[in-house]
């Protein structure tokens, strides 16, 4: 056992195998000083914590394309480099639509594998009238390993033009959660 001790200027460290407390006790950090868990070495999180977020939003709406018959991007993408890799990655998608006729279909694509997270069909459309609306795509993902994976949202048509974006800005978001 090592013990870290400052005094005028000059710091020690202290090593230990287990801190523990007595029954009923709170281990407690000073007042305006701060527990440090990741200078140095690693922290082991209980199952089912939020290590990371990362998250992209769109600075726009209202973009249009034409009638895509196979799916292409979106423009919407988030790159994450998973700290474990016996985690689970938590995956969500949100954007508004606007489509002119036919079908929209929507998936979440995980790029370095080509796996599709989660896939979602985004109403029937018959009328010429423009139909709009928003949708959420969610799904799980294993990472083999700890390689940065990125996310994107892609989509096409069966007719008509389809508008991504058109009333709320889109965003993907990406939680990595401890096993």
Same mark, same amino acid.
């Given at each position: 056992?090592?013990?870290w001790v400052?005094?005028?200027g000059? =710091?020690?460290?202290l090593?230990?195998?287990e *801190?523990?407390?007595?029954?009923?006790e709170?281990?407690?950090?000073a007042?305006g000083? &701060? *527990?440090d868990l990741?200078? #140095?070495?690693t &922290?082991? =999180?209980?199952?089912?914590?939020?290590? #990371?977020v990362?998250?992209?939003?769109?600075a726009?709406?209202?973009? +249009?394309?034409s009638t895509? &018959?196979? =799916?292409?991007?979106?423009g919407?993408q988030?790159a994450?480099?998973?700290?474990y890799?016996?985690? *689970?990655?938590?995956?969500?998608?949100t954007? +508004?639509?606007?489509?002119?006729g036919?079908?929209?279909y929507?998936r979440?694509l995980e790029n370095?594998?080509?796996?599709?997270?989660?896939?979602?069909?985004? +109403?029937n459309f018959?009328?010429?009238?423009?139909? *709009?609306?928003?949708?959420?795509i969610?799904g799980w993902?294993?990472p083999p390993d $700890?390689?940065?994976r $990125?996310?994107?949202? #892609? +989509?096409?048509?069966?007719?008509?033009?389809?508008?991504?974006?058109y009333s709320?800005y889109?965003?993907?978001t990406v939680m990595e959660i401890?096993?």
């Open positions: 056992c090592g013990l400052n005094v005028g000059l =710091m020690s460290t090593e230990l195998k *801190l523990s407390h007595p029954s009923g709170v281990i407690k950090i007042s000083k &701060t *527990l990741n200078s #140095q070495g &922290t082991k =999180m209980p199952a089912g914590s939020v290590i #990371q990362k998250k992209f939003q769109s726009s709406t209202g973009s +249009g394309t895509v &018959t196979s =799916m292409a991007d979106d919407v988030v994450i480099t998973p700290k890799a016996n985690s *689970l990655l938590f995956v969500s998608c954007s +508004g639509c606007s489509v002119s036919g079908y929209a929507f979440i370095v594998s080509s796996t599709v997270v989660q896939a979602a069909p985004w +109403g018959s009328g010429s009238p423009q139909q *709009l609306g928003s949708f959420t969610t993902y294993s $700890t390689s940065t $990125t996310f994107k949202l #892609q +989509g096409y048509t069966t007719a008509g033009t389809r508008y991504l974006n709320v889109p965003n993907i401890a096993q």
